[in-house]
């Protein structure tokens, strides 16, 4: 018998059954999100399956957000928080306010997610909970819907191909230059329906909030889902994050003889920072090839890199100086909790100080149709997941993807900065968060 | 030969997206008769005015790639489709169209099949046959568990009765 990997694990666990990729299981479900964008529709669905005598099935494990139109930009977005705030009071679910912060954030730093969860939520970027060890992956409204009814929902158990980095990274490397380093080889439809296992020993060094960067973008490879075995780090994180304890399962890791679909390895000294240029996420290529690129916006925030940490990074490249002239200088924080801390560190001062825009918690920009968004031939770089024409606003704009750091060292010279041309001790997030969380 | 189906085939390429199934300008409706009208609306005009309940809709690989919009297999239900043969499917649609109890099924080679040809679809056997060239074209069939969802409508019928059977 072949070993199983991680994925293999928890839905043999979930489903009592002993799945194996290729399966069809059902699966009992640990926790469920939404938001104002996608919260309407699922409780319609929810609404027709249930008819009269209505319940949810564990509505300490349901969760609604307000995060994409937070606060509201307009009526429609004003009602549709109403529909998701008198649902969740009749229904026992738990509920979030505009500025608690970004669905995948608030579901970490809240303590919804365990290593060794299943946890679905009807927003692609889902696949996030996978920088815990958890099986995150996004649905549609009627899975999400009728699984707010029995709890469960059914699967198809994913293929799954391995990222091996080995090795250091160079300073200036970051997850988020690995992710789009993978997605550039892989490309973006490369891992369809497939889990991203990520491991080797330069992923093992990462702190976690920059585990879940390569998570949260599995998707923009077309990936189900994308995982990183949980290990003390996990634990420590989770702790002080979120108060939980976890302990630490030596069972969820991949066997040793589990079967992937394709293994790709790296080295990590070998890596440079990467820039995704418009207008997909899988047009990967080394900052080099991009630097001197004018940049009108720059943006930093998302459920990808709107942390503490990443905005740190650019607070210490900033401090006591000024963005470029011709540059504009977005920070939205992913969460309440993250602005908060940036308060109490000084960092928000820094950044206001250099000219920023710091806006409260949620999705900001990121999907175009809220504050921030870019007018016709705006070039922008952002610390995002996606770029596709018109994701951050007109159809004539150009967004490029890069690491929290790059977009410090763009926005001070106001074009495409290589980050290593800094003094690297003024963002040594590794260094910084060694032990999973920034003081 | 006992057979699910037999109808028309609608024929279409590879990597066909829920944008030319249903452009986003239509998904202000979620009414599976509305987004019907206006099925493959840019990609194929004539489809929605031409398709008779029971045809089906014949394509290459990776159908239905693109965005998570469930309005993209609810506006085929809507237009009467019987089904969804393809070479492959994109993750999402395929997920969708199970759950909205459209029969799909992957079936290497069905891409040859001339626009127009009468096609009958066994989902249970697993298999499309060409009525004009008479060739039998074998698919991947659907695993126990899908096609019971399939068989009792979907997943909201398919929910409805589970929650039914609990009480
Ligand atoms: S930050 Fe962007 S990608 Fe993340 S949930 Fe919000 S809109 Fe989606």
Known sequence: MTGKTITEKILSEKSGADATAGDYVEATVDAMVTHDVTGPLTIDVFEDVTGDDAALAAPENVVFTLDHHAPADGVQAANNHNIVREFAAEYGANQYEISDGICHQVMIEEGFVEPGDLVIGADSHSTTYGGLGALGTGVGSTDLGTAFATGELWFRVPETIRFEVEGDLPDGVYAKDLILRFIGDVGFDGATYKTAEYGGSAIRDLPIHQRLVLSNMAIEMGGKAGIVEPDERTATYLEEQAGLEVGVDPDLAADDDASYEAVYTYEGADLAPQVSKPSNPENAVDVGETTGTDIDQVFVGTCTNGRYEDIRVVADVLTGERVAPNTRLIVVPASRAVYQRCLETGVLEALVDAGATFQSAGCGPCFGTHQGALGDGDVALATANRNFPGREGSMESRVYLGSPATAAATALYGEITDPREIDTTRYDDHAVSDVGVVR | ?167
Not at chain 2, 51 to 76: I, K, T
Not at chain 2, 87 to 92: D, E, L, N
Not at chain 2, 121 to 135: A, L, M, P, S
């Open chain 2, 1 to 167: 030969m006992s057979v699910d189906g037999t109808g028309r085939a609608w024929v279409f390429g590879d990597d066909i997206d829920t944008d030319q199934i249903t452009p986003s300008r239509f998904l202000v409706s979620s009414d599976p008769d509305e987004l019907g009208e206006h099925a493959f609306n840019d990609l194929r005009p004539e489809f929605a005015d031409g398709v008779e309940p029971g045809d089906f809709v014949v394509a290459g690989e990776n159908f239905g790639s693109g965005s998570s919009r469930e309005h993209a297999p609810l506006s085929l239900v809507g237009a009467g489709v019987a089904g969804v043969v393809a070479q492959s499917f994109a993750r999402i649609f395929f997920r969708n169209a199970i759950n909205l109890g459209l029969p799909v099924l992957i079936c290497p080679g069905v891409g040859e099949i001339d626009d127009g040809t009468e096609i009958s679809i066994d989902v249970d056997e697993g298999f499309v046959y060409d009525h004009d060239e008479e060739i039998r074209y074998d698919a991947e069939p659907l695993p126990p568990f899908l096609q019971d969802l399939v068989d009792q409508g979907g997943l909201k019928p398919y929910t409805r009765r589970k929650l039914e059977s609990a009480d």
